[in-house]
């Protein structure tokens, strides 16, 4: 059964830096692009970033390009997303999910998370 | 970037009823257009991936269509665990946008 468990979510101050993770199980770990996927309490879904399986293509959505970096740890069986310069409006539940394929485009995520909170306070 | 928009944002329905759902690209996407159901306080779930193929283990009462920028999600004979929040996503160039989502709920 894959599996998918994120973890590091927290309350931190606004330009502040946290580090979520995310280990998966029951499947090949590094044949598979992993995203990102964000949450506003009450909004809807935003993709955030995506890493291509052996962490040859990653991309970010603008709104935190430059602040956060996503990068993977095959060994571990690990991704993670290093955000900085927290900002109040990254509040939200961050999901991690995994591609149908090896690389970003044409995919589809399947499955999710259960996702971790991360809150920003000003 | 490319747009999403869903229609309606919401709707209530009763059980047995059957629902479409739209979803509008803002540029041609060919069939790369995924559905998703997600219920309050849970992880979002696959229903239908490349336009029209089914997730396994997903209910046959689901069904998608479309290609280029119109798209639709169908559910016919709706149960009362459908209830929930659909969203679409375009998954042919990054950003990969979503859609702003449609509630269904009962009437």
């Known amino acids: 059964e894959v599996q998918l468990v994120e973890s590091g979510g927290g309350l931190v101050q606004a330009g502040g830096s946290l580090r979520l993770s995310c280990e998966v199980s029951g499947f090949t770990f590094s044949s598979f692009a992993m995203s990102w996927v964000r949450q506003a309490p009450g909004k809807g879904l935003e993709w955030v970033s995506v890493i291509s399986g052996s962490s040859t293509y990653t991309y970010y959505a603008d709104s935190v390009k430059g602040r956060f970096t996503v990068f993977r740890d095959d060994s571990k069986n690990t991704l993670y997303l290093q955000m900085t310069s927290l900002r109040v409006e990254d509040t939200a539940i961050y999901y991690c999910?995994?591609?149908?394929?090896?690389?970003?485009?044409?995919?589809?995520?399947?499955?999710w998370g259960q996702g971790t909170l991360v809150t920003v306070s000003s | 970037d490319i747009q999403m928009t869903q229609s309606p944002s919401s709707l209530s329905a009763s059980v047995g009823d059957r629902v479409t759902i739209a979803c509008r690209t803002s540029q041609s996407i060919s069939s790369y257009l995924n559905w998703y159901q997600q219920k309050p306080g849970k992880a979002p779930n696959l229903l239908i991936y490349t336009a029209s193929n089914l997730r396994s283990g997903v209910p046959s009462r689901f069904s998608g269509s479309g290609y280029g920028t119109d798209f639709t999600l169908t559910i016919s004979n709706l149960q009362p665990e459908d209830f929930a929040t659909y969203y679409c996503q375009q998954s042919f160039s990054t950003p990969f946008t979503f859609g702003p989502g449609t509630k269904v709920d009962i009437k």
């Open positions: 999910a995994k591609d149908s394929g090896k690389y970003p485009t044409y995919n589809w995520f399947d499955p």
